[in-house]
T-cell receptor, first 117, second 114 residues
């Protein structure tokens, strides 16, 4: 039973470039959430996808966009990269639909470490 | 402002010893509180989930407690092992719900030495 997988594991970009990160959810899960984790900080919620639509969004600019495919995998796109975008990007999957109680357990992937120079 | 604060920021203990990590939150009302373990360079792994009505939850050598009156939670690790070396993150979910409302602490970095 495959867990959450993410690719690539590491990535180096320069300011102004665009990046695409990929995530495959745990088998049987249909909801994908993305988080940004700066060094020494806890993760911050970016957005969540369910049924190929963005369902919830955190306080991130429009430079951050995403997509969910029919097989439930997801992409995170970041345009016009800034130095401050350097972080570990985590993908988490769960079994939806997203509810108000959030009691379900999210399974996190290993993350993609992005360095912006 | 909703906040989750964890202490200590970092901790070093010897293998076999016990330790307790603290989490203070101001999120109110809240739905549930979770503790995650995050190994370096890996994603967080859920240890415990407690609703506001629960005051303790165990997972092997990990025991989480919750005092909703004082808005404090602790994670107690018994008979520590080298593999317990990791960051431990406290996460609070407000009652209004929604993943966009999850409040993550900055974590406590635990190092277990032989």
């Amino acid at each position: 039973d495959a867990g959450v997988t993410q690719s690539p594991t590491h990535l180096i970009k320069t300011r102004g470039q665009q990046v695409t990160l990929r995530c495959s959810p745990k088998s049987g899960h249909d909801t994908v959430s993305w988080y940004q984790q700066a060094l020494g900080q806890g993760p911050q919620f970016i957005f969540q996808y369910y049924e190929e639509e963005e369902r919830q969004r955190g306080n991130f600019p429009d430079r951050f966009s995403g997509h969910q495919f029919p097989n439930y995998s997801s992409e995170l796109n970041v345009n016009a990269l800034l130095l401050g975008d350097s972080a570990l990007y985590l993908c988490a999957s769960s079994l939806g639909p997203p509810s108000g109680g959030d009691i379900e357990t999210q399974y996190f992937g290993p993350g993609t470490r992005l360095l912006v120079l | 402002k909703n906040q989750v604060e964890q202490s200590p920021q970092s901790l070093i203990i010897l293998e076999g010893k016990n330790c307790t990590l603290q989490c203070n939150y101001t999120v109110s009302p809240f739905s549930n509180l979770r503790w995650y373990k995050q190994d370096t360079g890996r994603g967080p792994v859920s240890l415990t989930i407690m609703t506001f009505s629960e005051n303790t939850k165990s997972n092997g050598r990990y025991t989480a407690t919750l005092d909703a009156d004082t808005k404090q939670s602790s994670l107690h690790i018994t008979a520590s092992q080298l593999s317990d070396s990791a960051s431990y993150i406290c996460v609070v979910s407000p009652l209004s719900g929604g993943y966009n409302k999850l409040i993550f602490g900055a974590g406590t970095r635990l190092a277990v030495h032989p």
